[in-house]
């Protein structure tokens, strides 16, 4: 069980780390620093629904992680509710977005907003407001458990990072660095996710 939890941690964070490269690169002068990842599968975009079905696969096996991870840890509630709402809203949320791209752009019509941009802006609203508190959670309760392990630090150290980088986002949703805000914030998600899939790869070898 612990080599499939690694398997779906680690292949839903390689997914989406090597569609969020690859969607830049099929648009010429894409530029990752100032355009978010969402702009690479927008609406009208060629070829655009390979890149959503990508996508959706990863969103899906995180989903299943954070699901299940629970499974190897002590029994703990606020361990388990953590997890699932990482799965809801970093798995789920990213099969969401990608079923429902926003508009060409990413940029809202305050006029004619269409419906699938509503729903995309929303999942990805909800997604960054809750899941760095669900790392930071995991780690404070790692900590109380007495996990001897490096995942407490690394869940405050990427939880840190993420809430962070998601004030910065937030703050000036239209500057010129909001590519490279939310690829940190999605870098340190994934970085935590890959982590900690790494230990039920190390603990399914005892």
Same mark, same amino acid.
Request: proline share 5%.
């Given at each position: 069980?612990?080599?499939?939890?690694?398997?779906?941690?680690?292949?839903?964070?390689? !997914?989406?780390?090597?569609?969020?490269?690859?969607?830049? &690169?099929?648009?010429?002068?894409?530029?990752?620093?100032?355009?978010?990842?969402?702009?690479?599968?927008?609406?009208?975009? @060629?070829?655009?629904?390979? !890149?959503?079905?990508?996508?959706?696969?990863?969103?899906?096996?995180?989903?299943?992680?954070?699901?299940?991870? @629970?499974?190897?840890?002590?029994?703990?509630?606020?361990?388990?509710?953590?997890?699932?709402?990482?799965?809801?809203?970093?798995?789920?949320?990213?099969?969401?977005?990608?079923?429902? @791209?926003?508009?060409?752009?990413?940029? &809202?019509? @305050?006029?004619?907003?269409?419906?699938?941009?509503?729903?995309?802006?929303?999942?990805? !609203?909800?997604?960054?407001?809750?899941?760095?508190?669900?790392?930071?959670?995991?780690?404070?309760?790692?900590?109380?458990?007495?996990?001897?392990?490096?995942?407490?630090?690394?869940? !405050?150290?990427?939880?840190?990072?993420?809430?962070?980088?998601?004030?910065?986002?937030?703050?000036?949703?239209?500057?010129?660095?909001?590519?490279?805000?939310?690829?940190?914030?999605?870098?340190?998600?994934?970085?935590?996710?890959?982590?900690?899939?790494?230990?039920?790869?190390?603990?399914?070898?005892?």
């Amino acid at each position: 069980m612990r080599f499939i939890l690694f398997l779906l941690g680690f292949l839903g964070a390689l !997914l989406f780390i090597g569609a969020s490269i690859w969607g830049g &690169l099929q648009i010429e002068g894409y530029d990752p620093i100032s355009q978010f990842i969402s702009e690479s599968y927008a609406a009208g975009i @060629p070829n655009a629904g390979s !890149l959503q079905k990508v996508f959706m696969i990863s969103g899906l096996l995180l989903a299943s992680f954070g699901f299940l991870a @629970p499974m190897g840890f002590p029994n703990s509630l606020k361990l388990k509710v953590y997890f699932v709402l990482f799965a809801l809203f970093y798995g789920v949320g990213t099969v969401v977005t990608a079923y429902f @791209p926003c508009d060409l752009g990413c940029v &809202l019509d @305050p006029e004619n907003p269409s419906i699938s941009q509503l729903i995309h802006n929303t999942m990805g !609203l909800l997604t960054y407001v809750v899941v760095p508190f669900c790392l930071l959670g995991i780690g404070v309760e790692l900590r109380k458990k007495g996990d001897t392990s490096k995942l407490p630090v690394v869940s !405050l150290i990427c939880g840190s990072v993420a809430l962070a980088f998601v004030v910065f986002l937030f703050g000036n949703p239209e500057g010129p660095f909001i590519g490279l805000f939310q690829r940190i914030v999605e870098g340190s998600i994934l970085s935590w996710t890959l982590f900690c899939a790494s230990l039920f790869l190390k603990s399914s070898k005892t």
